[in-house]
């Protein structure tokens, strides 16, 4: 699913202007879009529009006056002092008052008339909202969020910004949000997507090629990108057709992590998983799973040593993919087995202790390419000069300026809502829930994406498919059992139930 910044849609309407179609139709359109909605959702009833003076009331005006009579009740509650701004809100607000539609007022109206209602709308503002909302709008707003009518929105719930989700002041919490052309990245960027919930796409007869003319500011994983990602499996085949993989990792702190990643790379189908352990981890690597092969590496005391960079790079060759940094610990000599998992040029996937390694290592990588760095919010502070709080705040420029400095490298931003970002491109994952907000679910994440470029894709569609799947499977496994008891190993068991059901869905 593709999302329109707010000047992309302007444009988009200045074009179709140009091509004789008008706003009126557009409008009259978007009515039909939202109707079509209620009438699928059941929620032709007792419904309250209450609209501001741009477009976006525009809209909700054009839905009273075109299909009124389709409703058990309508009214419109116009909250603007001035009359509509653009012509085409000005025709329908006009035949909304010839057919006794209208009513003025403001919040106290909601709170007076709300329980006449079953449905409000939400007409306020649209994507044009620059300006914190004030007054007599601040308090509607309150008085909508506290009505237990359920609430729809009109492209966007008013008070949130289209382009980044912030909240501007104060905003709608919408039960349905019916959106237009595209969707916004403020639908699923934090905070927006908490007032968003369900988010609805229909066309107002905008030419799809020009829609697809855009380039997206940012594209929300859905089913069908995780059906066409997923690598066919052929029957004429065997275990070296689907990669060989190392994994590096593992401490006496951290002894699980390197085997999650492991599990989840096996899991989802890798041909052959080999870990490179301390050699005091190494016999237990078998009894967690009997598929995995073992390296162990040289070590002082209960630590890798400085000889097993020297001792294992020779090996590397052998492999297809690399994927290091799960529990690998952080010290002199894990850095120097990142430097040679980098300077090897494969195909490689650093995540955790690999990524605090990669600080010291920047210039290594921005030489690399065939290469995905998978960090939480602190570990981006690593790689790019940003704040925690600035990362936070605004996840798509931090994105901007890791692609900016390492243009060849895949980066994936892990939160609850990871956004994988390469060159121009910009993907978000919105299936995430607090079932992976436990250690150990970044280490299930690393071995799938390791996994899904061994099985032949390119990092950056490996990384895209690895995040989905990690996700939906996530969001599968919470229909089955409550999120708080969920343990990122069995996310990797659930895996065939998510394979199962992309492939035969």
């Not at 509607?140 to 719930?157: F, G, K, M, Y």
Request: charged residues 20%; proline residues 4%; contains cysteine.
């Amino acid at each position: 699913m593709i999302c329109l910044l707010a000047a992309q849609l302007h444009q988009l309407d200045q074009r179709s202007m140009m091509h004789g179609i008008s706003t009126i139709e557009l409008m009259g359109n978007a009515a039909k879009g939202i109707y079509e909605v209620m009438r699928d959702k059941h929620l032709m009833k007792r419904v309250m529009i209450i609209c501001g003076a741009g477009n976006n009331g525009g809209d909700g005006l054009a839905l009273a006056a075109l299909y009124h009579e389709s409703f058990e009740q309508v009214r419109v509650l116009y909250v603007a002092k001035q009359a509509p701004i653009s012509e085409a809100a000005r025709y329908y607000y006009k035949l909304c008052e010839n057919q006794n539609l209208l009513i003025h007022g403001g919040a106290d109206v909601v709170r007076h008339l709300q329980q006449d209602y079953d449905v409000i709308i939400d007409g306020l503002f649209g994507i044009g909202l620059s300006r914190d909302v004030d007054e007599p709008y601040a308090s509607v707003i309150e008085a909508v969020n506290r009505s237990p009518q359920t609430i729809l929105a009109i492209d966007l719930p008013s008070g949130i910004n289209s382009d980044d989700g912030k909240v501007k002041g104060s905003a709608v919490k919408a039960d349905l949000t019916v959106t237009f052309v595209a969707s916004k990245p403020g639908h699923w960027l934090y905070p927006g997507y908490l007032y968003s919930k369900e988010v609805l796409v229909k066309e107002i007869g905008i030419p799809r090629s020009w829609i697809e003319a855009v380039c997206p500011a940012l594209h929300v994983i859905d089913e069908a990108d995780l059906k066409k990602l997923l690598p066919i499996r052929h029957s004429h085949s065997h275990k070296g057709s689907y990669g060989k993989l190392l994994g590096i990792g593992g401490s006496q702190e951290m002894t699980g992590a390197i085997l999650m990643a492991g599990e989840a790379a096996i899991r989802s189908g890798c041909g052959m998983c080999t870990l490179a352990v301390p050699e005091h981890m190494q016999p237990s690597v078998p009894l967690y799973l009997p598929e995995f092969m073992s390296i162990g590496l040289p070590q002082e005391g209960m630590t890798i040593s400085k000889a097993a960079a020297q001792y294992l790079q020779p090996r590397l060759a052998a492999y297809d993919v690399i994927f290091c940094g799960c529990g690998g610990g952080r010290s002199d000599s894990y850095t120097d087995l990142v430097r040679i998992v980098l300077d090897s040029k494969m195909a490689c996937v650093i995540d955790g202790d690999g990524i605090y390694a990669l600080q010291y290592l920047r210039e290594e990588l921005l030489m690399r390419d065939q290469i995905v760095v998978t960090p939480h919010v602190k570990e981006m502070t690593y790689l790019i000069d940003q704040s925690i709080d600035e990362i936070i705040e605004d996840p798509l420029h931090a994105a901007d300026c890791f692609c900016e400095r390492y243009p060849n490298a895949v980066l994936v931003l892990k939160s609850e809502r990871p956004l994988i970002a390469y060159k121009q491109e910009r993907y978000l994952c919105a299936w995430g829930n607090h079932a992976l907000a436990k250690g150990g679910s970044g280490d299930v994440l690393c071995g799938l994406i390791a996994s899904f470029i061994g099985q032949g894709l390119d990092p950056f569609h490996a990384a895209i498919l690895g995040c989905g799947i990690h996700a939906y499977t996530a969001h599968l496994i919470i229909q089955d059992c409550n999120a708080r008891s969920v343990l990122p190993h069995e996310i990797s068991a659930y895996l065939k139930y998510s394979f199962t059901s992309l492939e035969t869905g």
